[in-house]
């Protein structure tokens, strides 16, 4: 049973802290589609459901209630919180890109629409993938790991602790090293085979040069992309997801 006193809402306020920044920035849930009011609601009633449990295990009468404490204690909390929503979203962040550039390969970036977590436009394949990916993080209630990966976070650093430099650069380098490798190996079908096609279709333009063969290559080479995305879809959601749930386990 916690006491209700000054220093257990001390560390409620701590706890929410750092669960409100991770869902400022971690996908889905930073998305300004989703009304801010909701989102504080989300932390609120996050932070009320696992302070219980983390105060009991880490204990809050280690805190000092003076000014200067209370400000470093809210910066370190915030801060652990907001690196682990910006390194879960780096993985979106990496895919996207890796899309974005297998949109250009295919020929489909001439069109663009709107980013589900920004209010910037990317091209349009890029932007169904990740789409349908955010979605698939709820569908399949792989939201809740982020939230079980906050909660275990503690046990690395504990509440009012500050993120040593050297864990911190190690897990942004693991992140980015995941990120764009799995991004990679998503979008390499696409890659190579707009390589493969544009290339072959050069050599076509290079043996009837006086074919505009580009006005008959790009729409081909567009619908083959979409093609070969309605047939792979299956295989780079599941092995996203997989990943990335693998990830969060580790993170």
Same mark, same amino acid.
């Given at each position: 049973m916690i006491r209700l006193d000054e220093l257990s809402l001390v560390a409620g306020f701590l706890v929410f802290c750092r669960i409100g920044l991770c869902l400022s920035f971690a996908p889905g849930f930073s998305s300004p589609r989703i009304p801010v009011r909701v989102r504080l609601l989300v932390a609120i009633g996050l932070s009320i459901a696992l302070s219980p449990p983390i105060i009991a295990t880490i204990g809050p009468r280690t805190f000092k209630l003076d000014t200067f404490d209370m400000a470093s204690y809210i910066i370190r909390e915030s801060a652990v919180g907001a690196a682990m929503g910006l390194l879960a979203r780096t993985v979106f962040a990496s895919l996207e890109t890796m899309f974005t550039a297998a949109s250009f390969a295919i020929g489909a970036s001439s069109s663009f629409a709107p980013r589900i977590d920004e209010s910037e436009s990317i091209p349009e394949f890029a932007s169904l993938v990740l789409f349908a990916t955010t979605t698939?993080?709820?569908?399949?209630?792989?939201?809740? #790991?982020?939230?079980? !990966?906050?909660? #275990?976070?503690?046990?690395?650093?504990?509440?009012?602790?500050?993120?040593?430099?050297?864990?911190?650069?190690?897990?942004?380098?693991?992140?980015?090293?995941?990120?764009?490798?799995?991004?990679?190996?998503?979008? &390499?079908?696409?890659?190579?085979?707009?390589?493969?096609?544009?290339?072959?279709?050069?050599?076509?333009?290079?043996?009837?040069?006086?074919? !505009?063969?580009?006005?008959?290559?790009?729409?081909?080479?567009?619908?083959?992309?979409?093609?070969?995305?309605?047939?792979?879809?299956?295989?780079? &959601?599941?092995?996203?997801?997989?990943?990335?749930?693998?990830?969060?386990?580790?993170?």
């Open positions: 698939l993080l709820f569908v399949t209630d792989l939201h809740w #790991e982020i939230i079980r !990966a906050v909660y #275990e976070s503690y046990a690395a650093v504990p509440l009012g602790s500050a993120i040593a430099p050297q864990f911190a650069l190690a897990r942004i380098s693991d992140t980015l090293s995941f990120g764009f490798s799995i991004g990679f190996r998503l979008a &390499s079908p696409f890659l190579i085979y707009g390589i493969v096609s544009n290339f072959a279709f050069a050599l076509v333009n290079k043996i009837t040069p006086q074919i !505009a063969i580009y006005f008959v290559a790009a729409p081909i080479v567009l619908f083959g992309g979409l093609v070969l995305l309605s047939i792979a879809w299956v295989d780079i &959601s599941t092995q996203f997801l997989a990943d990335f749930r693998h990830w969060l386990g580790r993170m």
